[in-house]
Each structure stands twice: as C-alpha cells, then as structure tokens.
C-alpha cells in the first residue's frame, strides 16, 4: 500500500475517461499527491456524468473503459508511486433506463419470483412495482414492441406469455404499473435515495446481496488495486454499522472512510470501523476560521425554525409513499406521529441503541409541538427504540432523507443571510469559528480520527471553496455591503427578498462570470428553494423575473461596472483567505483532499456546475514554470508568483504543502496551537504539527484598516525556521517578518 498523505478528487466520466485521467499520474505525483481519489468506476447509467446511480455493480464501467482500462490506471499511478482510493455506492442502484441494469430488468419481467428480488428492498405486500414515469395518468402512449413495453424512449419487459392485445392490456399483466410521475412520493413501493426515484434501495444487509454487489470492489482490494474506500451515503442502509463492520472484515488493511454528515456538535459514532469521515466536518470549521463573528445580519427567521418547518414541508409534500410503508408496519393510522418525530431530529438519523439521547430528545420536542399527537407517539417509542423491530430501522432510514432534502435541499436556498456557510453539514446561525474553537476540533480530530478525510471542495458543494472565501470578506463589512445591495436592487429587483440575497452574494462571489452559467444555476436554486417556483410547479412570471435582472445586471453599463468594482474591492481579500483556508486544511489533522482543478482559483457553483472540464494542460504548465523558477541559476534569487488572477500562488501552496506531508510525514504527527501577541493578534491562526507549522492571515480586511501586523509577533517555539512555500529563513518572530510575501507561512524547522 503507498502510504496515504494526500489525495486528489478526478471526477472519472465518460467524456474524462479511465485512460485519460491515467495520463494524470505525472502531474499527480509532481503535485504532491500521494492518492488518486475517484468518482464510482462500476457500471453505471449509460451517459451518467457522475457515476453514483450504478447499474451494475459486477463490472467496471464499459463507458469508462473497462477493467483493461483499469489496469492501465493503476499501472500509470504505480509508474509514478502513487495509490487508487474508490468511491463506491452501496445503498442504491439506478433504474432510469431499466434496460441497462440486468437485475432491475429481470425483477420487472418476473417480479416476486426474479432470482433478483432480494437484491431491492421492494414492499412486495402492496402489489406491482410501481415504476412513476408517465408524463400523465394515460396510458394512451404505450406500444408493444416485440417483447417489450414502450413508452417513447423508455422500455419495459414484458413477462413471458403476456403479450397479447392491446398495450394497455398486456401493461395490466405485468409485475409492474406504470404511473404519472407526479404520483410517485405517494405511491412508490421500493425504497429510493432520498427522494429520487430513479435511484433504488439495494438490501446489501443480506449478506448474498452484499457479497454479489461487493465481488468486483472486494476484487481491487483483494489484488492491490485500490489502497482506499470511500463509502458512499452509509445513513441510507438498513444497518451502516453492521455493513461497515461486514465490509472492514473483507478490505481490513483498506483505508476506509464514509461519506458520513455530522451535524454541529454530533460525533462520528466511535464503534464503527472505519478511518473517518468524507471532510464535511472539517469544511464547516476551517472556512469559519475566515468569517468575522462580530457583526451577523439579523435574519428575518431563526434558522432551526426554518430548518424544522423546510423537513415539515418535505415529510409531507415528498416522503408520503415512505410514511404509508412505515403506517403499513406499525399497522395502524400511525403517520401524523412518525411525520412530527422525523421534523424534530437535529441530525441525519440515529443507530440505536447508539443515540438513544437524540431519539429522547426529538420525542420531547415532537410531544411539546404537538400534544394533540403526545399518546401517539408515546404508544410507538417502544418499537422505535428496538433495533430488531422493522419500525426502527426504517424509521432511521426516513429522518436522514428529511434531514437531506428538508435542510440540505431546500432551507439551504431559503436562509440566504450568508450563503457561504450553506454546506453540506453546516450550520448557516453558526456565524464565524474562532481560532480557541477550531484548535479544539483539530486537537480532538488528531487524538478520535486521525486518518479521517480533509476537504474544502467536493462535488456536492454548493459553491467552491474560493467563493467561500471571497464571500467570507463580506462578513468584514456588513454594513458597506448591505448598503452595496440596497443600490443594486432598487436597479435590478426581484420579487423574493430571500432570493435577492443569495442573488447578489453569488454574483459578488464568482465575477467575473459568464451569464449562462448564472442562469442555469440561479433556475436551480431558485426551485430548489419551492417558495417562488419549484421543480414541480415552475412559476414562469417569476423565473422571468430572475432572468430579467440577471440580464440587467450585464446589459446595463452603469450597474456591470459596479458590480465589477465591488468584486475587484474584495477579491484580494478573498485570496487571502483562499490561501489561508487551503494551507489549513491541507496541514490540519487527517489526509486533505483536493477536488479537482482547485489548485487554481476556481469559483464552481453546485453540481453540475462544479463537473466543468479542468484545463489540467494549464496547471501541469505552470507548476513546472514553477519548479523551473524555484531553482536559483548564478546565485539568483528564487522568482516566486504573486498572489494575482493566475493562481499560481495557490498552486505554489498546495504542491508545497502536498509535497512536504508526502516527503516528511514525521513532521504531522502532533497538533499544537501557537499563539500570537500583539495588536493585530486575532488576525492569525497558527498550529505546529510537530517540526511543520502552519500561520494563515484571517480577516485581512480588518488587519489592513488596523495598519497591519505592527509589532504582533508569533510565539515561536525555539530554534530556526524556514517557509516550505518560500524557501526562506525566518529570521524573527515578528509576524510582519513572517508573512513578508504572502498572507501563509509553511514553517519547518532548519
């Protein structure tokens, strides 16, 4: 196994295939990278951009090249000492083009008695499948086509023997009902991903199923193909805890970690075996470390409200078809009490009997809200807290998807006072971390989990880790900002204030920005947030609108100069806390990941925006400009990049940094704050990793208007010092001294 320092995230797809993201090994390697980390490789939906609704789990995807191609990969990495880490998907399987995944197909033509059957976690007991793919309640456009059923471009078998007459006819004989997509949160009878029913719930808790499903993954392992696992969405399955336990007995010396959304506060659970999780927890803290907590905007709505009356919204609106399983159970008119008791969980879901105080505590909210209900829910506490009793697991399996598309999904595109902390795992009331809070979540992640994952960018983020951090300079002038906007809206307005918000701060975040990429992404956002329009009733006059001021925004002179302006005020800033944030995270405790192209300045919105193409011929170009330039010739100095729009700079940290963790592992085995003193003291955060010690500039606006560093210095621990980044000695603790030439340090010992 290559030893594990750092990975680097290729979003491996059909158009960046096996054998093109091979030919990265070479810039991996001088990059620093230790580990290629890859999107799923298994057979997936044909065209899929992203490779997570897997068809079949028994090959590497045909699209992606193959196992052949595979193998290539791995030879290209091993050429160059570097390492595979997968991702994988055990909770669910796509079912878009049923055609494409054998199992699902076979279970439509055959229904209970498919020797697949077991494979989904279908609730057989109400009937056919129910498949909801109509465009309307008619069956007018079926056709027969030879043995299959077809509705336009979708197929469907039909069963031996029930071919003949007329479509609708032979449609009434299958195992399956075809039904207007708009009736699937009520009606649908296997479970999904969250709410998608393209995607299917898989039993791998069978430990058949879990062994079919998990023969090609456990093959990689077995053959030294893959060092690493990553564990997709583990809060979907019957019993994480016991498919984790299932999975480290077969892959025990793998690095394992799990894409697992720990809420503020909530710990990993201690028994499961694995190496931590996905990063999201530590995204949350270290781009807090880069937001002044001084002076929030007040929000029209506590966020818990908004959160809890988002997951009511959604219990009710999408997750009824879930609720009617969990009534079928408990076999009784038991929906209204499960539906309160899912809205007032604070987290994804409990492993009971692990988490038996959250359950406590959701039922005393859920008894205080509604005491209408307290009986109800007294009655099904006994069964809710069984593990062995069907009502519990699956009762844990709906909350994590309420918390999902409630929160995540939805109150995320509401609660717009500052869209940067709207992430995956954050807290938006959570305004600011400061340097005592994140040294104790880095000390606690160095003794709990020290192999856990690191990140700042992945591919479900909302926004990339550099508008985060250019946003973050806005919670350095609220009030110059608040004032920017009341201009801007009275120029370009819309009809949703909550929106305005999240409209302008990413107009600020990403300038400058082409206006299809905003359009798309202000459509998606605007229905994720079903409050003005929704995917489901999309509201033309007001889609309009948006697009209207968006065009506003480029066509008038006035006001795109403006706009410009502003974005040039505050990205300097904004690179400042890009650098600082990224040295952080790629030092801090765990293995840092870096999605791709993130290397430079990069400012993806959400997916499928942040799936761009990287020109990855650019970065390998400029890091060996770089390196070329790093080498003194005739006892010149070393030419180093500024901090501008190329950002070199930030390449110039992550492959030092990157390299330092892979060349000098000794010098990341402690964790130790270092402190600051001085008049611009709280502007800096510092840790000693044990011989490595990191400093980043935080809230550089206020360090500017102070004067800067002064006579602030940093309290050194004894001995000399050089910057990994520069190259040069140290020769004072005076932080003025220390930060010289860029707004991060990289201190090892001389």
């Known amino acids: 196994m290559t030893s594990l320092s750092g990975t680097y995230r290729v979003q491996v797809r059909p158009d960046f295939d096996l054998d093109t993201t091979a030919e990265l090994a070479g810039y991996l390697r001088d990059l620093g990278a230790s580990h290629l980390y890859s999107a799923p490789l298994l057979a997936a939906t044909p065209g899929s951009p992203h490779g997570y609704d ?25 050429g160059q000492g570097l ?47 129910v498949v909801p793919v109509l465009g309307s309640p008619s069956l007018a456009d079926l056709r027969v086509d030879g043995d299959e059923l077809r509705y336009f471009e979708h197929r469907f078998p039909i069963a031996e023997g029930t071919g003949e007459g007329t479509p609708q006819q032979v449609h009434g004989r299958q195992h399956y009902r075809l039904v207007c997509w708009r009736e699937g949160n009520e009606r649908l009878n296997y479970r999904r991903f969250f709410a998608v029913t393209e995607l299917v719930g898989v039993r791998v808790e069978d430990p058949a199923v879990f062994a079919a499903t998990h023969a090609e993954i456990l093959r990689w392992v077995r053959e030294g193909l893959v060092d690493g696992i990553r564990v997709d969405h583990p809060d979907g399955l019957l019993d994480p805890g016991g498919y984790l336990a299932r999975l480290r007995e077969a892959a025990p010396d793998t690095w394992l970690v799990v894409e697992k959304i720990l809420e503020r506060g909530e710990p990993l659970p201690p028994q499961w075996p694995v ?35 988002r997951k009511r919204d959604v219990t009710q609106r999408l997750f009824g078809a879930e609720l009617h399983r969990l009534a079928r159970v408990t076999g009784g008119d038991a929906e209204p009490a499960l539906a309160e008791l899912a809205i007032h969980f604070d987290i994804y879901r409990t492993y009971l009997p692990y988490g038996r105080e959250v359950f ?67 807290d938006p009331s959570r305004y600011g971390v400061e340097p005592e809070e994140f040294h104790e979540a880095a000390a606690r992640r160095h003794r709990q989990w020290p192999a856990g994952m690191t990140t700042l960018s992945t591919h479900d983020t909302k926004r990339g880790e550099d508008v985060r951090a250019r946003l973050a300079v806005l919670s350095e002038i609220t009030a110059e900002w608040a004032e920017v906007q009341r201009g801007w809206r009275a120029v370009a307005p819309l009809p949703d204030p909550s929106f305005e918000e999240l409209f302008w701060q990413t107009l600020v975040g990403v300038w400058p920005v082409e206006q299809g990429r905003l359009r798309r992404y202000f459509e998606k956002a605007a229905r994720e947030a079903n409050r003005s329009t929704s995917w489901e009733a999309p509201d033309a006059a007001f889609e309009d609108a948006v697009e209207a001021a968006l065009a506003r925004v480029f066509a008038d002179e006035e006001l795109r100069e403006e706009v410009a302006t502003f974005a040039a005020r505050i990205t300097p800033f904004g690179w400042s806390n890009s650098l600082g944030q990224k040295l952080v995270q790629l030092t801090m405790p765990g293995v840092p990941d870096v999605y791709q192209g993130t290397e430079l300045w990069e400012d993806s919105l959400v997916d499928p925006d942040n799936r761009r193409p990287v020109d990855f011929a650019e970065r390998r170009d400029l890091l060996a400009a770089l390196d070329v330039a790093a080498v003194p010739a005739g006892g010149a100095g070393v030419a180093l990049p500024p901090v501008d729009v190329s950002g070199a700079a930030k390449l110039l940290v992550v492959s030092r940094t990157l390299r330092l963790r892979r060349d000098r592992p000794e010098l990341f085995g402690g964790y130790r704050p270092v402190a600051a003193a001085g008049p611009a003291e709280r502007h800096v955060v510092a840790f000693d990793r044990g011989g490595a010690l990191s400093v980043a500039t935080r809230l550089p606006v206020g360090l500017a208007a102070g ?3 002064g006579d602030t210095e940093l309290k050194l621990p004894g001995g000399a010092w050089t910057d990994a980044l520069t190259g040069r000695a140290v020769a004072s603790a005076a932080l003025g001294d220390v930060l010289a030439t860029y707004p991060v340090a990289l201190l090892v010992r001389s």
């Not at 897997?54 to 995807?61: A, N, S």
């Not at 999780?277 to 949350?284: E, F, I, K, N």
């Not at 209408?372 to 699956?394: Q, S």
């Open 360 to 426: 406590d505590e959701a039922v005393r909210r859920a008894r205080q809200e509604r005491p209408d209900l307290a009986e109800a829910i007294d009655a099904l506490v006994p069964r809710l807290t069984d593990p062995d009793d069907e009502l519990c697991t699956r009762f844990q399996q709906l909350t994590g998807a309420v918390m999902a598309k409630g929160v995540e999904d939805t109150a995320m595109y509401r609660w717009n006072r500052f869209i940067a902390l709207n992430e995956v795992g954050g």
């Open 54 to 78: 897997v068809v079949d789990p028994r090959l590497v995807g045909p699209q992606l090249g193959g196992a052949a191609a595979l193998d290539r990969l791995v030879a290209a990495l091993r």
């Open 275 to 309: 190496d931590g999780t996905t990063g999201y927890d530590a995204l949350a803290e270290v781009c807090g470390l880069f937001i002044d907590p001084a002076s929030p905007p007040a929000p029209e709505t506590p966020w818990d409200e908004e959160a809890r009356e």
């Open 83 to 129: 390492g595979l880490v997968a991702d994988i998907v055990p909770n669910h399987m796509g079912l878009f083009q049923p055609a494409a995944n054998p199992m699902w197909w076979d279970v439509l033509k055959h229904g209970r008695g498919s020797r697949y059957a077991g494979w989904f976690d279908i609730d057989w007991e109400t009937g056919p499948l």
């Open 707 to 709: 004067g800067g560093w």
